[in-house]
């Protein structure tokens, strides 16, 4: 069983992760389908503009039995969880890069996510991050932490998971 202590740590580990995440985008009706901007971002300067973490968070989730994304702060970063499986969240963070991220992250490995330059960490035992490159200065999180000991052999296959359904929706060309 996740307690609510979990999820909040946890959000807490999220927030540590991704830093200097600027405000959330306001809120928009539908569903989140990839963003389409130039090599500059948009009018803000922020590529994530035109996506909240937790309405892409509850797409990717559908059907899958998952509280609602849940927001505890002004970060564009959203965490759900579901008993007796653990928590996913995601951060979309238009600020730091990869190289901040391994420099925050002693251990990091260099992968690939659907074609995407990526980062894989894990920040404690059941606890799993991938670090997906949206340009030399922005990158999103999706992040897996097991609810029971027994399952954390399978926090990074499932932040990979997560990352997979991800990574279509980010920006491109950035």
């Known amino acids: 069983m996740i307690s609510k ?3 909040a740590s946890f959000a807490a580990l999220v927030a540590t992760a991704a830093m200097a995440v600027t405000g959330c ?7 989140a389908s990839p ?3 130039s ?3 948009t009018a803000s300067g922020n590529v994530f503009d035109a996506l909240n973490a937790c309405q892409v968070l509850d797409q990717l989730l559908a059907g899958q039995g998952f509280h609602p994304g849940d927001n505890q ?4 970063e959203c965490t759900t969880s579901k008993l007796d499986f653990g928590a996913y969240s995601i951060a979309l963070d238009p600020t730091r890069g990869l190289t901040e991220f391994a420099t925050s ?4 490995t260099q ?3 659907n074609g995407r330059n990526a980062m894989q960490a894990e920040p404690s035992p ?3 991050v991938y670090a997906l490159e949206v340009g030399q200065n922005a990158l999103a999180l999706a992040l897996a932490n097991m609810a029971s000991s027994t399952d954390n052999a399978q926090a990074c296959p499932n932040a990979e998971q997560l990352a997979e359904k991800l990574e279509p929706l980010l920006p491109k060309d950035q």
């Open 39 to 41: 090599r500059t971002g």
């Open 25 to 31: 985008s306001s809120t928009i009706a539908g569903t």
């Open 105 to 108: 992250n002693v251990g990091a």
């Open 126 to 128: 059941g606890m799993c």
């Open 73 to 76: 702060n002004t970060r564009n």
């Open 35 to 37: 963003a389409t901007t």
């Open 111 to 113: 992968t690939v996510v």
């Open 5 to 7: 202590a979990s999820v």
